[in-house]
Protein backbone atom coordinates (compact mmCIF):
# COMPACT_ATOMS: atom_id res chain seq x y z
CA UNK A 1 0.00 0.00 0.00
CA UNK A 2 1.71 3.65 -0.59
CA UNK A 3 2.23 6.00 2.02
CA UNK A 4 -0.61 7.88 3.63
CA UNK A 5 0.54 10.99 3.49
CA UNK A 6 0.76 13.65 5.98
CA UNK A 7 -1.96 16.42 5.86
CA UNK A 8 -1.08 19.81 6.01
CA UNK A 9 -2.95 23.41 6.31
CA UNK A 10 -1.51 27.37 6.65
CA UNK A 11 -3.71 30.15 7.04
CA UNK A 12 -2.68 33.65 7.14
CA UNK A 13 -4.16 36.62 7.89
CA UNK A 14 -6.24 39.37 5.80
CA UNK A 15 -3.96 41.74 4.05
CA UNK A 16 -0.83 39.99 4.39
CA UNK A 17 1.86 39.41 1.85
CA UNK A 18 1.56 36.36 -0.50
CA UNK A 19 3.20 33.50 0.88
CA UNK A 20 6.92 32.57 -0.58
CA UNK A 21 7.97 28.91 0.26
CA UNK A 22 9.92 30.00 3.10
CA UNK A 23 6.98 31.79 4.55
CA UNK A 24 5.19 28.13 4.25
CA UNK A 25 7.71 26.57 5.91
CA UNK A 26 7.87 29.17 9.01
CA UNK A 27 4.10 28.79 8.47
CA UNK A 28 4.28 25.29 9.67
CA UNK A 29 6.40 25.73 12.60
CA UNK A 30 4.32 28.84 14.17
CA UNK A 31 1.91 26.72 16.22
CA UNK A 32 5.08 24.44 17.38
CA UNK A 33 6.16 28.20 18.87
CA UNK A 34 3.34 29.57 19.61
CA UNK A 35 2.81 26.07 21.96
CA UNK A 36 6.43 26.40 23.03
CA UNK A 37 5.95 29.57 24.88
CA UNK A 38 2.61 28.61 26.24
CA UNK A 39 3.96 25.53 27.48
CA UNK A 40 6.73 27.45 29.13
CA UNK A 41 4.34 30.15 30.49
CA UNK A 42 2.35 27.25 31.82
CA UNK A 43 5.63 25.64 33.51
CA UNK A 44 6.19 29.08 35.09
CA UNK A 45 2.77 29.39 36.58
CA UNK A 46 3.35 26.04 38.37
CA UNK A 47 6.14 27.49 40.13
CA UNK A 48 5.37 31.05 40.69
CA UNK A 49 1.87 29.58 42.46
CA UNK A 50 3.82 27.56 44.98
CA UNK A 51 5.19 31.19 46.72
CA UNK A 52 8.58 30.09 47.58
CA UNK A 53 11.59 31.89 46.55
CA UNK A 54 13.13 28.88 44.66
CA UNK A 55 10.48 28.53 43.05
CA UNK A 56 9.92 32.00 41.87
CA UNK A 57 13.45 31.63 40.69
CA UNK A 58 12.32 29.47 37.83
CA UNK A 59 9.16 31.00 37.13
CA UNK A 60 11.03 34.09 36.54
CA UNK A 61 13.89 32.27 34.59
CA UNK A 62 10.99 30.51 32.46
CA UNK A 63 9.21 33.93 31.55
CA UNK A 64 12.10 35.56 30.90
CA UNK A 65 13.12 33.13 27.86
CA UNK A 66 9.33 33.28 27.21
CA UNK A 67 9.70 36.76 26.62
CA UNK A 68 13.54 36.40 24.98
CA UNK A 69 11.46 34.08 22.31
CA UNK A 70 8.82 36.25 21.21
CA UNK A 71 10.88 39.49 20.91
CA UNK A 72 13.48 37.13 18.35
CA UNK A 73 10.53 36.17 16.44
CA UNK A 74 9.16 39.14 15.75
CA UNK A 75 12.62 40.38 14.43
CA UNK A 76 12.59 36.71 12.37
CA UNK A 77 9.08 37.56 10.64
CA UNK A 78 10.57 41.07 9.93
CA UNK A 79 13.79 39.45 8.33
CA UNK A 80 11.90 37.47 4.70
CA UNK A 81 9.46 41.03 3.79
CA UNK A 82 12.75 43.08 3.35
CA UNK A 83 14.27 40.06 1.81
CA UNK A 84 11.89 39.20 -0.83
CA UNK A 85 10.97 43.11 -1.47
CA UNK A 86 13.28 45.11 -2.54
CA UNK A 87 11.20 48.15 -2.46
CA UNK A 88 10.13 47.57 1.24
CA UNK A 89 13.92 47.14 1.58
CA UNK A 90 14.80 49.82 0.24
CA UNK A 91 12.79 52.40 2.27
CA UNK A 92 13.06 50.75 5.96
CA UNK A 93 14.79 52.98 8.13
CA UNK A 94 15.28 50.36 10.94
CA UNK A 95 17.63 47.61 9.26
CA UNK A 96 20.46 48.21 11.54
CA UNK A 97 18.28 47.68 14.78
CA UNK A 98 16.37 44.37 12.87
CA UNK A 99 20.18 42.75 12.17
CA UNK A 100 21.04 43.60 16.01
CA UNK A 101 17.57 42.36 16.69
CA UNK A 102 18.30 38.52 14.81
CA UNK A 103 21.50 38.61 16.65
CA UNK A 104 22.29 37.65 20.47
CA UNK A 105 21.74 40.47 21.70
CA UNK A 106 18.61 40.97 24.70
CA UNK A 107 18.20 44.49 24.59
CA UNK A 108 18.35 44.57 20.75
CA UNK A 109 15.31 42.43 20.29
CA UNK A 110 13.32 44.97 22.96
CA UNK A 111 14.38 47.52 20.72
CA UNK A 112 12.96 46.42 17.77
CA UNK A 113 10.19 45.11 19.21
CA UNK A 114 9.41 49.13 20.65
CA UNK A 115 9.99 49.99 17.01
CA UNK A 116 7.81 47.06 15.21
CA UNK A 117 5.36 45.48 17.48
CA UNK A 118 3.64 48.54 20.14
CA UNK A 119 6.31 47.74 23.19
CA UNK A 120 5.53 50.21 25.19
CA UNK A 121 8.46 52.39 27.32
CA UNK A 122 6.70 51.57 30.43
CA UNK A 123 6.51 47.41 29.73
CA UNK A 124 10.16 47.75 27.93
CA UNK A 125 11.55 49.40 31.27
CA UNK A 126 9.79 46.42 33.58
CA UNK A 127 11.18 44.05 31.34
CA UNK A 128 14.51 45.49 31.12
CA UNK A 129 14.70 45.48 34.70
CA UNK A 130 12.95 41.96 35.49
CA UNK A 131 15.79 40.52 32.57
CA UNK A 132 18.49 42.10 35.10
CA UNK A 133 17.42 40.42 38.14
CA UNK A 134 16.96 37.03 36.02
CA UNK A 135 20.58 37.63 34.94
CA UNK A 136 21.85 38.07 38.79
CA UNK A 137 19.79 35.37 39.67
CA UNK A 138 20.73 32.97 37.41
CA UNK A 139 24.49 34.38 36.32
CA UNK A 140 25.51 35.88 39.59
CA UNK A 141 24.09 34.15 42.29
CA UNK A 142 22.17 37.17 43.80
CA UNK A 143 19.44 35.88 45.61
CA UNK A 144 17.23 39.00 45.90
CA UNK A 145 15.02 36.75 48.17
CA UNK A 146 12.48 39.26 49.94
CA UNK A 147 11.03 40.29 46.50
CA UNK A 148 12.06 37.67 44.33
CA UNK A 149 8.47 36.11 44.65
CA UNK A 150 6.52 39.25 44.24
CA UNK A 151 9.16 40.08 41.10
CA UNK A 152 8.48 36.94 39.22
CA UNK A 153 4.61 37.47 39.58
CA UNK A 154 5.07 40.87 37.98
CA UNK A 155 6.72 39.53 35.48
CA UNK A 156 4.53 36.57 34.25
CA UNK A 157 1.59 39.18 34.59
CA UNK A 158 3.39 41.46 31.86
CA UNK A 159 4.89 38.89 29.46
CA UNK A 160 1.38 37.43 29.42
CA UNK A 161 -0.28 40.93 28.83
CA UNK A 162 2.26 41.98 26.38
CA UNK A 163 1.57 38.42 24.51
CA UNK A 164 -1.59 38.68 24.20
CA UNK A 165 -0.99 41.60 21.73
CA UNK A 166 1.72 39.29 19.43
CA UNK A 167 -0.05 38.59 16.02
CA UNK A 168 1.57 36.15 13.79
CA UNK A 169 1.31 36.85 10.00
CA UNK A 170 0.40 33.00 9.34
CA UNK A 171 -0.21 29.47 10.73
CA UNK A 172 0.59 26.37 9.22
CA UNK A 173 -0.19 22.73 10.90
CA UNK A 174 1.45 18.96 9.67
CA UNK A 175 -0.64 15.86 11.10
CA UNK A 176 3.36 14.80 11.59
CA UNK A 177 3.80 17.02 13.83
CA UNK A 178 2.65 17.28 17.91
CA UNK A 179 1.61 19.83 20.10
CA UNK A 180 3.74 19.85 23.67
CA UNK A 181 1.60 18.07 26.30
CA UNK A 182 0.74 21.16 28.78
CA UNK A 183 0.48 23.34 25.58
CA UNK A 184 -3.03 21.41 24.24
CA UNK A 185 -5.07 22.58 26.62
CA UNK A 186 -4.64 25.81 24.87
CA UNK A 187 -5.72 25.47 21.47
CA UNK A 188 -8.88 24.26 20.57
CA UNK A 189 -9.20 23.54 16.64
CA UNK A 190 -9.40 19.71 15.32
CA UNK A 191 -6.52 16.83 14.84
CA UNK A 192 -6.06 18.79 10.98
CA UNK A 193 -5.70 22.16 11.97
CA UNK A 194 -5.35 22.68 16.19
CA UNK A 195 -4.83 26.14 16.39
CA UNK A 196 -6.71 29.51 15.55
CA UNK A 197 -4.91 33.06 15.64
CA UNK A 198 -6.46 33.98 18.49
CA UNK A 199 -5.73 30.67 20.63
CA UNK A 200 -2.24 32.06 21.95
CA UNK A 201 -4.03 35.23 22.99
CA UNK A 202 -6.58 33.74 24.93
CA UNK A 203 -3.98 30.93 25.82
CA UNK A 204 -1.67 34.07 27.53
CA UNK A 205 -5.75 35.36 28.96
CA UNK A 206 -6.43 32.63 31.30
CA UNK A 207 -2.57 32.40 32.31
CA UNK A 208 -2.54 35.62 33.38
CA UNK A 209 -5.95 35.82 35.33
CA UNK A 210 -4.96 32.30 36.75
CA UNK A 211 -2.04 34.26 37.99
CA UNK A 212 -3.74 36.86 39.55
CA UNK A 213 -1.29 39.08 40.06
CA UNK A 214 -1.91 41.95 42.76
CA UNK A 215 0.13 45.18 42.14
CA UNK A 216 -0.44 45.99 45.89
CA UNK A 217 1.65 43.01 47.00
CA UNK A 218 4.56 43.86 45.03
CA UNK A 219 4.37 47.05 46.03
CA UNK A 220 4.72 46.22 49.54
CA UNK A 221 7.81 43.57 48.91
CA UNK A 222 9.69 46.59 47.04
CA UNK A 223 8.61 49.16 49.78
CA UNK A 224 9.61 46.48 52.48
CA UNK A 225 12.66 45.57 51.18
CA UNK A 226 13.52 49.29 50.63
CA UNK A 227 12.97 50.23 54.08
CA UNK A 228 14.62 47.39 55.48
CA UNK A 229 17.93 48.47 53.18
CA UNK A 230 17.39 51.49 54.62
CA UNK A 231 17.38 50.76 58.60
CA UNK A 232 20.44 48.82 57.96
CA UNK A 233 22.19 51.57 56.43
CA UNK A 234 21.07 53.96 59.20
CA UNK A 235 22.47 51.50 61.73
CA UNK A 236 25.58 51.81 59.52
CA UNK A 237 26.11 55.87 59.85
CA UNK A 238 25.33 55.41 63.83
CA UNK A 239 28.29 53.01 64.29
CA UNK A 240 30.74 54.82 62.18
CA UNK A 241 29.69 58.40 63.79
CA UNK A 242 29.34 56.93 67.45
CA UNK A 243 31.95 54.18 67.31
CA UNK A 244 35.38 55.63 67.04
CA UNK A 245 36.01 54.34 64.05
CA UNK A 246 38.89 57.42 63.54
CA UNK A 247 39.65 57.94 67.01
CA UNK A 248 36.92 60.41 67.80
CA UNK A 249 33.11 60.60 67.55
CA UNK A 250 31.67 62.52 64.65
CA UNK A 251 28.37 63.83 63.61
CA UNK A 252 26.46 61.65 61.14
CA UNK A 253 26.51 64.30 58.60
CA UNK A 254 30.50 63.95 58.62
CA UNK A 255 30.35 60.13 59.00
CA UNK A 256 28.73 59.94 55.83
CA UNK A 257 31.24 62.70 53.90
CA UNK A 258 34.03 60.84 55.89
CA UNK A 259 32.91 57.47 54.69
CA UNK A 260 33.08 58.70 50.95
CA UNK A 261 36.31 60.54 51.04
CA UNK A 262 38.02 57.19 52.86
CA UNK A 263 37.16 55.16 49.88
CA UNK A 264 37.88 57.55 47.35
CA UNK A 265 41.50 58.49 48.54
CA UNK A 266 42.07 54.72 47.59
CA UNK A 267 40.82 55.22 43.93
CA UNK A 268 42.45 56.45 40.59
CA UNK A 269 39.45 58.86 40.81
CA UNK A 270 40.50 60.33 43.90
CA UNK A 271 44.31 60.76 42.91
CA UNK A 272 43.87 62.05 39.93
CA UNK A 273 41.55 64.65 41.67
CA UNK A 274 44.06 65.50 44.02
CA UNK A 275 46.94 65.92 41.39
CA UNK A 276 44.40 67.76 38.92
CA UNK A 277 44.01 70.04 42.31
CA UNK A 278 47.96 70.19 43.21
CA UNK A 279 47.33 68.49 46.51
CA UNK A 280 50.27 67.57 48.41
CA UNK A 281 50.24 66.04 51.60
CA UNK A 282 50.35 62.69 53.66
CA UNK A 283 47.74 59.72 53.10
CA UNK A 284 45.55 61.03 56.59
CA UNK A 285 46.02 64.96 55.05
CA UNK A 286 44.33 63.49 51.98
CA UNK A 287 41.39 62.15 53.38
CA UNK A 288 40.65 64.69 55.01
CA UNK A 289 41.10 66.97 51.96
CA UNK A 290 39.03 65.10 49.80
CA UNK A 291 36.07 65.04 52.57
CA UNK A 292 36.03 69.27 52.62
CA UNK A 293 37.09 69.69 48.55
CA UNK A 294 35.47 66.29 46.34
CA UNK A 295 31.82 67.33 45.23
CA UNK A 296 30.61 64.10 47.21
CA UNK A 297 27.17 63.01 46.29
CA UNK A 298 25.71 62.67 49.42
CA UNK A 299 27.00 66.17 51.94
CA UNK A 300 24.48 64.94 54.40
CA UNK A 301 22.88 62.28 56.15
CA UNK A 302 20.68 60.80 53.65
CA UNK A 303 18.46 59.05 55.75
CA UNK A 304 15.82 61.57 55.72
CA UNK A 305 15.37 61.47 52.11
CA UNK A 306 15.93 57.62 51.35
CA UNK A 307 12.48 57.60 53.53
CA UNK A 308 10.59 59.82 51.84
CA UNK A 309 11.59 57.87 48.73
CA UNK A 310 10.39 54.63 50.72
CA UNK A 311 6.99 56.57 51.74
CA UNK A 312 6.20 57.70 47.88
CA UNK A 313 6.75 54.02 46.47
CA UNK A 314 4.77 52.67 49.28
CA UNK A 315 1.90 54.85 48.47
CA UNK A 316 2.10 54.32 44.54
CA UNK A 317 -0.81 52.69 42.49
CA UNK A 318 1.35 51.71 39.79
CA UNK A 319 3.88 48.46 40.25
CA UNK A 320 5.88 49.44 36.92
CA UNK A 321 6.62 52.60 38.59
CA UNK A 322 7.04 51.60 42.14
CA UNK A 323 10.12 48.81 40.19
CA UNK A 324 11.36 51.69 37.88
CA UNK A 325 11.64 54.18 41.35
CA UNK A 326 13.29 51.02 43.06
CA UNK A 327 15.16 50.42 40.84
CA UNK A 328 16.62 53.76 40.61
CA UNK A 329 16.94 53.95 44.20
CA UNK A 330 19.34 50.55 44.60
CA UNK A 331 21.19 52.22 41.31
CA UNK A 332 21.88 55.65 42.81
CA UNK A 333 22.70 54.63 46.20
CA UNK A 334 24.46 51.47 46.08
CA UNK A 335 28.34 53.26 46.30
CA UNK A 336 27.54 54.63 49.21
CA UNK A 337 25.72 51.61 50.71
CA UNK A 338 28.11 49.81 50.47
CA UNK A 339 30.84 52.22 51.33
CA UNK A 340 28.99 52.83 54.57
CA UNK A 341 28.88 48.66 55.69
CA UNK A 342 32.68 48.68 54.81
CA UNK A 343 33.46 51.53 57.17
CA UNK A 344 30.33 50.02 59.99
CA UNK A 345 32.40 46.79 59.79
CA UNK A 346 35.86 48.59 60.33
CA UNK A 347 34.46 50.25 63.28
CA UNK A 348 33.26 47.37 64.96
CA UNK A 349 36.69 45.64 64.28
CA UNK A 350 38.34 48.75 65.50
CA UNK A 351 36.04 48.86 68.83
CA UNK A 352 36.09 44.93 69.61
CA UNK A 353 39.93 45.60 69.53
CA UNK A 354 39.74 48.09 71.95
CA UNK A 355 37.67 45.90 74.27
CA UNK A 356 40.18 43.11 73.66
CA UNK A 357 43.49 45.58 74.83
CA UNK A 358 41.57 46.76 77.57
CA UNK A 359 41.05 42.88 78.94
CA UNK A 360 44.37 42.57 78.12
CA UNK A 361 44.47 40.02 75.39
Known amino acids: ?30 ILFLASVLEQLDLALEHIAKGDVHNARF ?9 ELVFHQIAKEKAPDLKSYSFLREEYAHQDALNKALGRNFDAKLKFAKIEASLSDEIAQTVTILHGYRNEVYH ?54 PGGFDDFANGCALLRKTCDHNPKTTISALADEMDEIIYKQNVCIDIVADGVYAG ?40 EWLGKNYPHKFRSDPIPSWEKQAARL ?10 SNYQSFMASTADIREALEESAAAAEREIDSAIDRARGK
Open 1 to 30: MPAKRARSGCRRRANSCLPSQTDLMDCFQM
Open 248 to 287: QQTTRDEAVVSTQAWRLAFSEEGKAFAMNHSWSGNWLQLV
Open 59 to 67: GLMLTDNAV
Open 314 to 323: RANQNPHTAL
Open 140 to 193: VGLRHEAILPALSALYFDTACGYFGTYKPRGLGWSSNQKLPERAKKYFHGHTTF
